[in-house]
């Protein structure tokens, strides 16, 4: 690996948004960084950071066996997200049979601590918030179900091989490089983003450089072995609030409409019985319309007492920050 005074670590899912910002701050801060690359060309912006590629993928048992040699601490962010027609085979083998193989091939390679990141959707819709780490488990599509199975799997995984595991689950992640969130940033900003029903579900973000801390802390405290941390951002408020504050932060005021929730519900559910069969993208699906009615607020007491973990960016500059990047990229 190349030269450095931190501890070598290797990052998964580096190509992606919350991955390769945890490259780069791990080697911003001086460790050794490596990441696992199914792509070494989408990933080889990371080497004028000083970070190593390894080819592979967590399907790919021989890579994983490579890429965790000589490390210290792997941090799994690797993962498949919603996309249209993928079998459920397909979730199944990266979001849980794929953390069982990286655990057990770290753990042979000498590997003292994985960190394994998950999502709070595993919690589904939460009844009463701010839900913790004990809240009930109520994952709503197959992503989340697959995130959950892959909770199982590196627990079980860890305790028949004796590797330290971290599991952190953060809520909806953004800022500068982030393209989830881009139809709402743009749709309010641009005065097009119609609120479905009264938007008082809460919204609980969480801003990338936080969680890339948050992770970090969660791979280098002692005590943190073997626990389970929510990571969210230091303010949470209603969708309705956050559209304000976009379109305050945008230099707009927010469209005063607001639609009722049932008839888009049923006109997704109409698209998706017509669109998924021909593994076509639905203009509209029943998981956008939950947008609107499910509440995601987290409590996050347990990861500021064990691990110092502090959120410093607040809801207000990382919307900011969020825009700006938007506006360079041409995109609002």
Not at 80 to 86: A, C, K, P, V
Not at 186 to 204: K, P, S
Not at 259 to 265: A, I, M, N, S
Request: proline share 6%; hydrophobic share 40%; glycine share 10%.
């Amino acid at each position: 690996m190349r030269p450095g005074t931190g501890e070598p670590v290797l990052v998964t899912g580096a190509t992606g948004f919350t991955g390769g910002h945890l490259a780069r701050g791990l080697a911003s801060r001086n460790f050794r960084v490596r990441v696992l690359a199914r792509n070494p060309e989408k990933a080889r912006d990371l080497t004028t950071a000083g970070i190593e590629i390894a080819v592979g993928d967590l399907t790919d048992p021989a890579s994983l066996e490579r890429a965790v040699q000589g490390v210290a601490t792997v941090y799994n962010v690797a993962a498949i997200y919603r996309q249209t027609g993928l079998p459920v085979s397909a979730y199944r083998a990266v979001n849980a049979e794929g953390v069982g193989a990286l655990i057990r091939a770290a753990a042979r390679a000498g590997v003292r601590r994985v960190v394994h990141c998950s999502t709070v959707g595993v919690h589904g819709d939460v009844e009463n918030p701010p839900a913790n780490e004990d809240a009930p488990l109520r994952p709503g599509d197959i992503y989340q179900e697959t995130k959950l199975e892959g909770e199982r799997v590196a627990r079980e995984a860890a305790a028949a091989s004796g590797i330290e595991l971290v599991i952190a689950r953060p809520s909806g992640i953004y800022g500068p490089g982030d393209t989830r969130l881009l139809k709402l940033f743009r749709g309010v900003a641009r005065r097009r983003f119609v609120i479905l029903g009264r938007g008082d579900i809460f919204y609980h973000l969480t801003y990338v450089d936080d969680l890339v801390e948050g992770l970090r802390l969660c791979g280098t405290v002692p005590q943190a072995a073997g626990r389970t941390y929510i990571l969210a951002g230091g303010e949470v408020g209603t969708l309705k609030e956050l559209v304000q504050l976009i379109a305050r932060e945008s230099g707009v005021k927010p469209l005063p409409i607001r639609l009722p929730v049932w008839p888009f519900w049923v006109a997704g559910a109409l698209c998706e019985a017509v669109c998924v069969p021909l593994r076509v993208e639905p203009p509209i699906y029943r998981r956008r319309v939950d947008f609107f009615t499910k509440s995601r607020a987290f409590d996050i007491s347990r990861a500021r007492a064990e691990l110092g973990y502090a959120p410093k960016v607040t809801l207000r500059e990382g919307v900011r920050r969020s825009l700006e990047w938007y506006r360079l990229k041409g995109w609002i």
